[in-house]
């Protein structure tokens, strides 16, 4: 695997403006207010509650974030309903709120209206989302949720595994995006494996792309495996959370969020 390490690291040395990317990047921020609530889950009206994903956002945007993400998960265990709120009014670019399929996420989305929605299965128990949707199993709940989130202007994007057969049924919901499962590529042990893995989601992405579908990514990307989302076409946004703020406690938002475009910038679809 490439180490664009080096290669980011001239690109800066050369110029600290904005990377130009046609890959859009979109900063899942979820882990601020990790952060954040490891600290003050039980005081957040103490003066001292730091740090603030809103104030991140911002930076992110400042460096040329084309979105900005965040996860309301069922049990709260970091982003809270307020931050979805102030990120909705705060942010600038892009809101993508993601979500699993309850009716309290759902009417909480349709008050505050994001600029998408981002449908992903949520267990509990999980550390972070472990798989994509499964629309073949669960098509009878998730196709009302399309429609209300349509009908209040919310454009629906649903996290799959790179499996055809469920880009069919997203186009059948007339989902606007699909956004790729990478963590089995990003986790690969074996270049076998991250090849096999590879070749399932670039054939996911044609296929989306021949429905007319946008191709987003995410999942474990990270400075390093980043070279290989390069080999998937047709990607418009890639969507990053973990380790932009791992990046991030060494050098700044700032600066994370410019090296990650930096090598995202001769993506060529
Ligand atoms: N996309 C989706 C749908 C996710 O659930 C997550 C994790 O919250 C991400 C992207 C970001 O993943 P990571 O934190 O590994 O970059």
Redesign the pocket.
Known sequence: MTNCFAACSDRRARSYSTPVSTLRLGV?I?HVATVRQARYATMPESKNVEPDPVTIASICERAGAHGITA?LRADRRHMQDRDVERLRENVITKLNL?MGNTAEIVDFALRIVPDEV?L?PEKREEI??EGGLDLVAHARQLSPTVKRLHSAGIRVSM?LDPVPAQIDVAADFGAEIV?LHTGKLANAFTERFAKQELERLQEAAVHAFNFNLQVNA????NYHNIARIHEIPHLTEL?????IVARAVFIGFEAAVREMLALMEDYRG
Do not use: L, M, P
């Open positions: 899942n979820d996860h993601e981002c992903v972070t989302t996290f956004e995410g999942h474990g990307i969507n990053i959370g973990h380790s």
